[in-house]
């Protein structure tokens, strides 16, 4: 009986509208940067309709952005539970984000391989799980086979094509990543992962009227700039002690 009073409860319209309305604000929330807010809303949403899978994987992401990797880990899970197919994907992708934070890589791996199986053709997850094994399990050969893997999958994947450039210059090959961070540029101008990573490179090498280029364009048009502005702070003040 408690059970089949849930399930009508959850189907009912008020709360489906109640559920619908507090979803609404914790989107608004979430894209204003409150994200303690939205996650109360996000909580709402699941109190009223505790099968409202969008609010559980929001959750998910909003805790994430809160630096709450457990209880985002909590909120995935469910999320996860809660669907199958590329929702469910989804839901892991994120759990693996989750489980990295918290050292757990094991975990991250296993919850990118099952998206990879639930989603064979997204080449998102191939990418994670690449970084995965670069960064943080010490495996560049299994991170060059999912570089690989996504690009096969889509040959205009700018962060599968950055992250062969990483494993370039890990090796010290800096004529090789530089040429493939610079594709990475041309398949997405707009993003400034490329050439930030580019800037970095140029000035290690000493070509700063280059690497200024770069930076210039992310302060000006990228999506965060905050980082481009710092070091294009930085050059400035090392050119100036340099004239000293």
Known sequence: PGAAAAAADDSSPPAAAGAREAFAEGLELQRTGDARAAASSYRRALELR???WEAAFNLGTVLLEDGRPQDAAAALTEAARM???ERRAR???G???AWSRLGRFSDAERS???AINLSPADPKPRVSLARLYRANMS???DALRMYREAIRLDERNAAAWIGLAELRLDRGDTLEAERLLERAVALDPAGGEARLALAQLLSQRGETTRAREHLTWVAEHGENPAEALF???RMD???QQYRQ
Do not use: C, V
């Open 139 to 141: 495996r560049p050969s």
């Open 237 to 239: 003040y090392g050119q």
């Open 91 to 93: 839901a892991l992708q």
């Open 112 to 114: 990118l391989q099952e």
């Open 231 to 233: 070091r294009l702070g």
């Open 83 to 85: 669907a199958g197919g």
């Open 95 to 97: 759990l693996a984000t």
């Open 50 to 52: 505790p099968t409202f």
